[in-house]
C-alpha cells in the first residue's frame, strides 16, 4: 500500500513488518513507525491506510480488529473497535472514516472520527438484484474525493463503478454507475469480454484512488492497467506501466500526486516507482 500526504512524502505499508514506512518526495527514507502487537502504536495484521486532509494517519489492523489514529508526528490520537476486518479505508474531509465490510451483505460502512457508526451502506446501492447475491460475497475497493465527500466504488469480479453522493447526514441520495467501454476493455487485450474464469480474473478491478491532481484512477489486474478519469468518469487516460527494462509492472497499490505523477507499488520488483502521464 502507497500513499502521498499533502506535503508531497511518500508512505508505504509495510503489512509483513506491521509497520509504516515514510519517504520523501525524492524517495529518500525519513522514518518508520510500528511494530507487531497489541498496544498503542503496535499493529498485528495491517491491512490498509489513509492520510487525511489535516494530516492525521488512520490504519485499520486485522487481527487486532481496530482501526488506530495518529497525528503527522506519530502521536497516539484514539483507537476504535470494528466487527471485521477491512481491506480498505479512506477518511473524508470531516475525518469520517469509511471501511468496506465483506461478506455480511454490506460493502460500506461509515463512522465518526472516534468509532461511531454513522451509515451502513448496502441495499441501496445501484445493481440489479441479480448481481446483488453475487456481488456481495466480495469486498469493496473504493476511493473518497475529500473535497466534495464524493466515493467512486466497484466489487471485484465487476468492471461497473459506482459515483455516490451523500447529504450532510451521511445519506446517500444519488448514485450513477460508470462502466468503462466496451472498446476500452478490449483494447490491447487488457480484459477480455467474454464469461471464461480468465476473463473474470481479468475484471479485477485492483485499486481506486482519488489523485491530487483532482481526477479518479482505476488500477485493474490485468496488465496493472491504469485508467485515468474525470470527475464525471469520462476515460482521459489509459496507462500500462513498465519498468525501465519494459517489463509489465504487477501493481497492487496506487497514488498520484497534484502534478499528475503516478507512484505504484510494484510487486515485480518490490518498489515504488513513479509513473509521469502527458495528458
Not at 471501511?99 to 446501492?125: A, W
Not at 466504488?153 to 468492471?159: A, I
Not at 464469461?195 to 491530487?212: D, F, Q, R
Not at 469520462?234 to 513498465?242: S, V
Request: hydrophobic share 35%; with cysteine; glycine share 6%.
Amino acid at each position: 500500500r502507497v500513499k502521498l500526504d499533502y506535503m508531497g512524502n511518500i508512505w508505504v505499508l509495510d503489512v509483513g513488518n506491521n509497520r509504516l514506512l515514510k519517504f520523501n518526495s525524492m524517495g529518500k527514507f525519513i522514518c518508520s513507525f510500528g511494530r507487531a502487537g497489541q498496544a498503542r502504536g503496535q499493529f498485528l495484521g495491517p491491512g490498509a491506510f489513509d492520510i487525511g486532509m489535516d494530516g492525521n494517519i488512520y490504519i485499520v489492523e486485522g487481527w487486532n480488529k481496530r482501526v488506530q489514529a495518529f497525528d503527522s508526528t506519530f502521536r497516539f490520537l484514539r483507537s476504535f473497535k470494528i466487527d471485521e476486518f477491512s481491506k480498505d479505508i479512506c477518511v473524508d474531509s470531516k475525518g469520517n472514516v469509511y471501511l468496506s465490510n465483506p461478506h455480511k451483505e454490506k460493502f460500506l460502512t461509515i463512522y465518526t472520527k472516534e468509532g461511531k457508526e454513522l451509515e451502513t451502506l448496502n441495499e441501496s446501492v445501484n445493481v440489479d438484484d441479480q448481481k446483488k447475491k453475487r456481488l456481495f460475497n466480495w469486498e469493496a475497493t473504493f476511493a473518497i474525493d475529500p473535497k466534495h465527500d464524493d466515493i467512486l466504488v466497484s466489487f471485484r469480479f465487476d468492471p461497473d463503478v459506482q459515483l455516490m453522493k451523500f447529504n450532510d447526514r451521511h445519506e446517500l441520495i444519488a448514485t450513477s454507475a460508470l462502466i468503462v467501454p466496451e472498446s476500452e476493455l478490449a483494447k490491447d487485450s487488457v480484459i477480455g469480454t467474454g464469461n471464461s474464469s480468465k476473463n473474470a480474473n481479468n475484471l479485477i478491478v485492483e485499486k481506486i484512488c482519488w489523485g491530487k491532481d483532482n481526477h479518479w484512477y482505476i488500477l485493474f489486474k490485468k496488465r496493472s492497467t491504469i485508467y485515468k478519469l474525470s470527475t464525471s468518469g469520462e476515460i482521459l487516460a489509459t496507462i500500462i506501466p513498465k519498468t525501465e527494462e519494459g517489463k509489465d509492472m504487477i501493481c497492487s497499490s496506487l497514488d498520484v500526486d497534484a502534478y499528475g505523477n503516478i507512484y505504484a507499488a510494484d510487486m515485480s520488483s518490490m518498489q515504488i516507482h513513479r509513473i509521469s502521464v502527458n495528458n
